[in-house]
């Protein structure tokens, strides 16, 4: 398992203000600006400064959001949701998902973006793979689903980059893991991570009953109690500092 930390250069400073924002309808205070902040992410262990990934992200401000048709409900209770996995799992072996880690800039400071649904569940972008179907692509194609106008694109306009990190569900309960306990031998799901690289302006197009909120960091690993633990992880993975 890799440990990143994410760091943003800037030649001048402002104070950061750690406040979740609800996307469409922008800040009265929040002014388009052109400014990108250069963001690297390394693994600590390495030793070795040659190993970052350097990549630009651009302020909220530069992006579009509208919304489009709800999705069909479906909602699920707990024993539901057992029952579904098992049957799919028996099927078709272990489930493997891909989510998307995708980042901006607001007041001087790297937000990650996250889907809110029925106000209470927070998810980064993504889901389930079809079979056969590769990383990358069935990445594309939640993200052309969940935030683009165009739904059966081929997915184009989305940059997926290097794979941040895994999780593991052991057993058909909501509990998952950065690693595998070394007692399970069949794991019965499989998380991978993706960086998602943002280009300087976009259209986000996000059903209605789904909400595109603007986290930043700093409160993503602070407030355990709101996040999902791999969600509140993130935060602590990617460790902020302004240089």
């Known amino acids: ?25 922008m800040p009265t205070n929040c002014r388009r600006r052109r400014r ?13 400064d040659d190993q970052s990934l350097e990549f630009d992200i651009y ?7 509208g919304s489009k048709d709800a999705f069909p409900s479906k909602y699920l209770t707990s024993a539901d949701r057992v ?5 799919n799992y028996a099927a078709r072996g ?20 996250l889907l809110q649904i029925r106000n209470s569940i927070y998810k980064l972008p993504g889901g389930r793979l079809r079979p056969g179907e590769s990383d990358t692509d069935g990445l594309k194609r939640k993200l052309a689903r969940k935030l683009s106008i165009i739904e059966d694109g081929d997915g184009s306009e989305w940059e997926v980059g290097e794979c941040l990190e895994m999780w593991w569900r052991p057993d058909f309960e909501t509990l998952v893991f950065p690693c595998l306990p070394p007692n399970v031998k069949q794991t019965k799901e499989c998380i991978k991570v993706f960086l998602v690289k943002l280009p300087e302006s976009r259209k986000f197009i996000v059903p209605k009953n789904m909400r595109l909120l603007a986290v930043p960091l700093c409160q993503v690993h602070e407030n355990h109690k709101v996040w999902t633990k791999k969600i509140h992880l993130h935060g602590k993975y990617l460790g902020c500092s302004d240089k």
């Open 1 to 25: 398992m890799k440990w990143f930390t994410i760091s943003t250069s800037r030649h001048d400073t402002n104070k950061v203000v750690c406040g979740t924002h609800p996307l469409g309808g």
């Open 94 to 113: 272990i489930r493997t998902c891909v989510e998307a880690v995708v980042l901006v800039e607001l007041f001087k400071h790297p937000h990650l973006l």
């Open 36 to 48: 990108r902040s250069a963001t690297a992410l390394h693994d600590p262990n390495s030793g070795n």
């Open 59 to 65: 302020p909220l401000s530069s992006y579009y959001f």
């Open 83 to 87: 029952l579904r996995m098992k049957s």
